[in-house]
């Protein structure tokens, strides 16, 4: 029998160890902070080290987050369910959607009712809106809300889009939205903007088509027939465990025609510093993306589509200029319009930097928020 004055214990399920380092870290703390005995389960490659200097225990579990296989889904809750049963965990966080649909029947399975969904994005079904796209918003609301969750869950939403698609009300006690995974905005701090022309434009993310990135190169393209000094750098590698990645002989071709591709980086702040705007014409499915609030922080104007996520950080003519999602002629015309007005462009960074100082984007708020909710159920 477990003392009575044992800690309490959190879980965190995510797909893969570097999304969790990449993302995470801060709440893993944060955590650890709280006196909580924290565990991540995630599958393992390269970043099980920077994750246990957090404190947490991490604990491997192979599971193909691309796989859509329902019996294949079935067999890894099973194997997770005896995970939490082992580790018997006070709450257990769910990051992503995979995670929370394994993690969420796992947690069932384990007789384990203090929950949290941790929603980064709807992917592929939030950005569709045909037939198939609402097809799946309805079922994932009806798992969501039916039974994956007990009288004890709670969600986490990056953004209140995502929130209303699942058919919850970002105003209900039992959602709460948050800025992202938070930034630290010390560390992403505000650097002079370089000499312009010509305007320097750089795109940091994955290299998926769903990223838009095929977009910002064709915009580019046009922006330059029409006369604009523009240069669009690429930062980013594909990754090979998504459908959706750009190939890389792709991404070589772009490079020969003076769009570098630079692969990934691990300095973004010196990326910002040779650059004047941040584009990331997402074709939908965010959460709140992390390239954006990066730039943001750094003092940058965010050039982004007008779909969820991107939106709810930037807003049109204030910290950037969004345009619709899959238009670029739209966005050659936005990118035209920055490189004729320097003044423009130091006036939207500015104004993201104070969106990030001020509108509950950084480490600190988004931490404070999720230690909150974890207060709470605990407390019940």
Known sequence: MEKPDSPRRLVFIATEDWFFASHFLPMARAAVAMGLEVSVVARVRDHADIIAATGARVVPFEAERSSLNPMAAGY???????????LKPDIVHCIALRSILVGGTAAAMAGISARVFAVTGL???????????RTGRFALRA???GPLASRRTRFLFENPDDALALGLDPSDRTVTIVGGAGIDSAYYGPQPLPAQPPLRVALVARMLWSK????????????RRNGAAVELSLYGAPDSGNRRAIPESTLR????EGIVWHGATQDVPSVWARHHVACLPSRGGEGLPRSLLEAASCG?????????????????GIEGLLVPPGDA????????????????VARLGEAARSRIETGGFTEAAVTDATCRLWRDLLDE
Do not use: Y
């Not at 838009?212 to 922006?223: C, F, N, P, T």
């Not at 940058?300 to 049109?316: F, S």
């Not at 002629?329 to 423009?344: H, V």
């Open 143 to 145: 798992l969501i809300r």
């Open 329 to 344: 002629s739209a966005l050659a015309e936005a990118l035209t319009r920055l490189a004729a007005d320097p003044a423009l």
């Open 76 to 86: 890894a809750a099973g194997q997770l369910a005896a995970i939490l049963k082992a």
């Open 300 to 316: 940058r104007a965010c050039l982004t589509t007008d779909v969820p996520g991107c939106r709810a950080l930037v807003r049109d």
């Open 212 to 223: 838009g990135v095929d977009i910002a190169v064709e915009a580019v393209r046009l922006a």
């Open 123 to 133: 992917g592929l079904i939030g950005a569709r809106q045909d037939q198939i796209g």
């Open 253 to 256: 071709e772009w490079s020969n």
